[in-house]
């Protein structure tokens, strides 16, 4: 099963708002990853999780907050949001935190900030 | 500096035309791992193919094949007799490992494939 899960599919969200978006896998996989994909553009790493410990933040912004609760989980925490962050946010998950490995991808929470 | 190049922005084909997508890299790495992604309308991007840098057969999967070659630094994509499932914009991937350790992908800006029926 090769199947990453992402909550919630679409969120629309004021520049006040909090908010969380939830990634799980359950493919015993150690390392997680946060994407953020803008229209017609690659997407573009934000964090990486290897063994539930932040291993790289790609200078994001403090109003992204990331967590791993555990090994499956993985959340990514929204605080004050500015509309240029509106985007699909990809979460993805690989065996290992090392670039041999494949990253498989959830759907992505397409997210608008008003 | 690492750097994947597909320099096709968007490719349009009828159905069952065969249709090779381009992606050129740049890499100071002597190991290295290349990769191509399939995203489709829905978003997910679905994973294609890695292969490293020591490995330099081509590979077939089905209707999907590609073919690497180092002496011009490019891994190429051919769809064989294209479907309208097809549709998708396809993206070639680098591996980046810096002095400190850090490891991710360089992603090239993606080549949006249409398949007309």
């Known amino acids: 099963d090769t199947e990453v899960t992402q909550t919630p599919k679409h969120l629309v969200m004021g520049m006040t708002n909090k908010k969380s978006l939830k990634c799980e896998q359950h493919?015993?996989?150690?390392?997680m990853y946060w994407y953020k994909q803008k229209a017609k553009k690659p997407p573009e790493l934000m964090f990486v999780?290897?063994?539930?410990?932040?291993?790289i933040n790609e200078s994001v912004p403090s109003r992204f907050s990331p967590e791993c609760p555990n090994s499956s989980l993985l959340n990514l925490h929204l605080h004050a949001l500015q509309p240029e962050d509106s985007a699909l946010y990809l979460c993805?998950?690989?065996?290992?935190?090392?670039?041999?490995?494949?990253?498989?991808f959830g759907p992505g929470t397409r997210l608008t900030v008003t | 500096a690492q750097k994947v190049t597909q320099a096709q922005t968007e490719i349009s084909v009828v159905e069952k035309e065969d249709v090779t997508l381009d992606c050129v890299y740049e890499?100071?790495?002597?190991?290295?791992?290349l990769f191509w992604y399939k995203q489709p309308p829905s978003g997910e991007l679905v994973f294609l193919i890695r292969?490293?840098?020591?490995?330099?057969q081509n590979e077939i999967s089905g209707r999907y094949s590609w073919n690497f070659q180092k002496s011009t630094s490019s891994f190429n994509f051919t769809i064989t007799a294209s479907q309208v499932v097809d549709s998708a914009v396809y993206f070639c991937?680098?591996?980046?490992?810096?002095?400190?350790?850090?490891?991710?992908?360089?992603f090239g800006k993606g080549t949006k494939l249409t398949v007309n029926p």
């Open positions: 991937a680098l591996s980046d490992r810096t002095q400190g350790g850090s490891e991710k992908l360089v």
């Open positions: 999780y290897s063994y539930e410990k932040l291993s």
């Open positions: 493919m015993g996989h150690r390392a």
């Open positions: 292969r490293n840098s020591f490995d330099e």
């Open positions: 890499t100071r790495d002597t190991t290295y791992y």
């Open positions: 993805a998950s690989s065996q290992g935190w090392a670039t041999s490995y494949e990253q498989y």
